[in-house]
């Protein structure tokens, strides 16, 4: 039997002649479409993600021996600021993203927590966010009974957009939190200017995109405090991690106050300024900071072989009529955390949603992230407004606080946004068959089962 597979690969410097290798190989042995019952193009599943390897394990054994897991205590103190891992860790991301300080917290969500409280915020603020993201970034002001207002993005970018943004500040806005999503720079030119002007801070969500540059400076570094994660799904990872960046020693200093029990430190400290000095405990351990430690330095050639492997998946699915490849903004640089098409119905002659399910069919999970199921989906999440908490604006309590307290009225209706919600119900498909670790055969199956959904599409119209 053929093993199309193979020829594929061999042949994928061509697409012509890859679509006649497809065409022929289907009518031979894979005539239908898995959704039908055919074949599957890819049987196997696709190589695991793991960018972490023998140097953290190394590391790692140096935190057992020291037997040092964390040294942080909660009150003023030289171990306020942690152990010897948080303190070297804090000084090479630092420099290594060219910022003044950097600040480790055990998740990015606390970090967006921390943030939020940093820079001030009173409640009923209102924090500009995306409604296009993951939730902890437009949940980070209730945290501080400050209102989330969503305003819309920008449709070939997915990141929030500086009109929309406009249109959404008031004299209660405090701050806009922008997010660099699936690894797409934020227009930080034109929404720096629109936050200074209006005297707003701008909080970055670079979760999505470490590493990533906007000319000569890096993400994280462009607002007045950024955002990375360590979460096992990001670019790198230590299991579970955040870290905070900013060029602004009040800020650093407040950070660190809300990672580690404030309350309990200020007196000693001589702090006088009480404003959100309710602490929390953020910390990390002194084993996730080692393994971060590794991983910091290995984020630039992972992130080279994102690229690498886009640009091969480019070079075929953008000559597809019915696709269009994610927009890459005018001096910067992406580093595809998701890579996100459009889709356009009106030529491929079927929704999107119908052309997922037969992608989805045709592929496989990774390896160990079958419970995640195929990285291919219909849009990304669904926009945040639309969940219940918002629908119903209820976060604390049952009686609608912080919002029935606040004095005004906010509309979090299905419309709000509607470049998002087209987006998500209607054109966007996104997937993650990019990560490093995927071979050239790997990739030439994601193709492969784009063609031949499309070579197919007659029967699920
Ligand atoms: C993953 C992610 C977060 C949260 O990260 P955690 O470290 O899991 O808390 C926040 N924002 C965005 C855009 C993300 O992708």
């Known amino acids: 039997m053929l093993n199309w597979n193979d020829i594929a690969y061999n042949f994928s410097v061509d697409f012509n002649a890859t679509i006649n290798i497809v065409r022929f190989c289907y009518r031979e042995n894979v005539s239908k479409l898995a959704l039908l019952g055919g074949d599957k193009v890819r049987k196997t599943k696709f190589p695991l993600y793991t960018p972490i390897g023998k140097e953290e394990f190394e590391e790692i054994k140096e935190v057992f021996r020291s037997n040092i897991f964390s040294r942080f205590l909660g009150c003023w103190h030289e171990d306020f600021f942690g152990g010897p891992q948080v303190g070297s860790l804090e000084k090479e991301w630092a420099e290594f993203f060219g910022v003044e300080h950097a600040v480790a917290v055990n998740s990015a ?89 209006h005297n707003l801070k701008i909080i970055e969500d670079c979760a999505q995109a470490p590493y990533a540059r906007y000319e000569d400076r890096f993400t994280g570094t462009l607002g007045d405090i950024g955002i990375f994660s360590l979460n096992y799904h990001k670019h790198i990872h230590c299991g579970e991690g955040g870290i905070l960046v900013t060029n602004d020693s009040a800020l650093a200093n407040k950070l660190r106050l809300i990672r580690n029990h404030a309350e309990a430190v200020m007196e000693a400290k001589g702090e006088t300024d009480l404003v959100n000095m309710v602490g929390f405990n953020y910390r990390m351990t002194e084993m996730e900071v080692a393994i971060a430690r590794c991983q910091l330095k290995k984020i630039p050639k992972l992130v080279e072989e994102r690229r690498k492997n886009i640009r091969y998946l480019e070079e075929e699915l953008a000559k597809i009529p ?48 079958e419970t995640e199921e195929i990285k291919v989906s219909s849009g990304y999440v669904k926009p945040l407004y639309l969940q ?19 004095g005004r009225k906010y509309d979090y209706s299905r419309g709000s946004c509607p470049v998002a919600e087209d987006l998500h119900f209607n054109f966007l498909i996104t997937h993650e068959y990019m990560r490093p670790g995927m071979t050239k055969s790997d990739l030439d199956d994601i193709v492969a089962a784009f063609v031949k959904v499309l070579e197919h599409i007659d029967e699920i119209r």
């Open 322 to 369: 019915c696709l269009t490849m994610p927009k890459v903004r005018d001096g910067a640089e992406h580093v595809y955390y998701a890579h996100a098409l459009k889709f356009d119905e009106r030529t491929a002659g079927i929704h999107r949603n119908k052309f997922v399910e037969a992608m989805k069919a045709e592929l496989m999970p990774m390896e160990l992230r």
């Open 388 to 406: 219940p908490m918002f629908q119903r604006q209820i976060a604390y309590g049952s009686k609608g606080f912080p919002w029935s307290a606040s």
């Open 109 to 197: 969500t606390s970090a967006l927590y921390c943030a939020v409280g940093a820079i001030g915020t009173e409640p009923f603020d209102e924090i500009i966010v995306s409604p296009y993201t993951m939730c902890a970034s437009a949940t980070a002001p209730l945290v501080y009974n400050a209102i989330p207002v969503f305003a819309d993005v920008k449709e070939n970018y997915f990141c929030l957009d500086v009109s929309f943004i406009e249109k959404k500040i008031t004299d209660r806005t405090k701050a806009i939190i922008v997010v660099d999503i699936f690894g797409q720079l934020y227009n930080a030119g034109a929404i720096n200017a629109l936050a200074r002007k």
